[in-house]
């Protein structure tokens, strides 16, 4: 590898105003022999964790029908952006958009690409880090709460967060996206392990479960309660700003251009992600029906009625190959992070990054984390008000991407498609803010800084 900058180096896009380092330095696309099979973990690392576990409070809100409905609506929705950015990484003949800010930059110019795509992306970077630090840590505090026999804790919640910081922070060592493969697939088999277990214990059950004491009705038709149960539900469909990332691991040429494999990819993926989130969301709700959202939390905190209904092995084990998917999605999510705090300083220095100095912004990106996460414990109750932010990102920005880089005949099938499909995820996600902000005035938010 060349130790000194090109004179020209590779341009990321026509016009985002300056030139970046050769890409071969960057963690992202530092490696492109990825090919399908870790394509496809990561999209299945990156697609499927803790947000599943908020889907049965959200049909428990909406009811069977529309519960069924809005999770089908929502989940074909994501593939079709997700079908729209594999397109749009190779759009531009010779250049190869492998990160979601420069396809923003190349889309909607400069300024506006960075005042509409740095804030999202960096909060679904970090703030997924910082939230998978705040329900990791709770959840190591449960697992050693049920293990112990005497119903005491013996660590505090801070020390849980320091315990799972401390885990993340060398699983994050690894040089590159590509190199991360074997943390997705061991993720990603932790998410089927711990959903699988969270729907098939109630059905084998059946022949001992009463379900008469069980109710489905909804009793709570208010706007906030309705718009804030469909947030829910769609804040559980993340990963579209690892898309164009994921897709930059693998190699690309005229005749096998890299979209034909992150598409296959896709593919698999997804079926396995629909198979996990219908389950758990179908089941769970079916097994506990109004008594999931009087165990209050925000995120699965049901999970303590299955302490009550099954054994302490089985509860040890959702518990176990949770925080495992945690630990593993970690790195992946602060992946982008990482990418933009390297290319400010390889066009600084003009060099790649020595090992020091990348283990350095590692360990200091993964503390911001931790920091964030003890001041703001109460971040996961906030997930819709902050999430409805990052929903462009999957339900907006790539529709109108389209439009400005593929430049469709105005007013054709697929102009009108891509203008209504995007303006309809911005005003979504303005309807998920309303109705949060409306629910926290009326319910109210109970927020303790530095204080887990």
Known sequence: MSQTLSKDPQPTSDGDGGRIPLEEWLPITESRKGNVYTATFHLFCSGLGLQVLLLPAAFAALGWVWGVIILTVGFVWKLYTIWLLVHLHEAVHGIRFSRYLR???????????????????????????SILVITGGKTIKQLVHIMSEDGKVPLTTLQCFVIFSCLAVVMCQFPNLNSLFGL????????????????SLPLASIPHRNQNNISYATKDTSFDTIFNAIGLIAISFRGNNLILEIQGTLPSDSKNPSRKTMWRAVVISHVFIAVCMFLVAIVVYWAY????????GPIGNYLELYEQDYSKRAACFI???????????YPINLMPACDNAEMVYTTKRHKPCSVFVRMMFRVFLCLVCFFVAVGFTFLPY?????????????????CFMWISIKQPQRESLMWWFNVSVGSIGASFSVLFVVASALRLADKGLHAKFFNP
Do not use: E, Q, R
Request: proline letters at 4%.
């Open 103 to 129: 396809l923003a930059i190349a889309s909607f110019g400069v300024k506006l690409g960075k005042l509409l795509g740095i804030f999202p992306v960096m909060y679904l970077s970090g703030g997924a880090c």
């Open 184 to 199: 997705s697939l061991i993720g990603g088999v932790m998410a089927i392990a711990y959903c699988t277990a969270i729907w």
């Open 289 to 296: 029906g109004d008594k999931i959202p009087a165990t209050g």
């Open 319 to 329: 518990h176990i190959t949770f925080i495992i998917n945690c630990l593993c999605s």
């Open 382 to 398: 906030l997930a819709v008000l902050i999430g409805a932010i990052g929903l462009l990102v999957t339900f907006t920005y790539p």
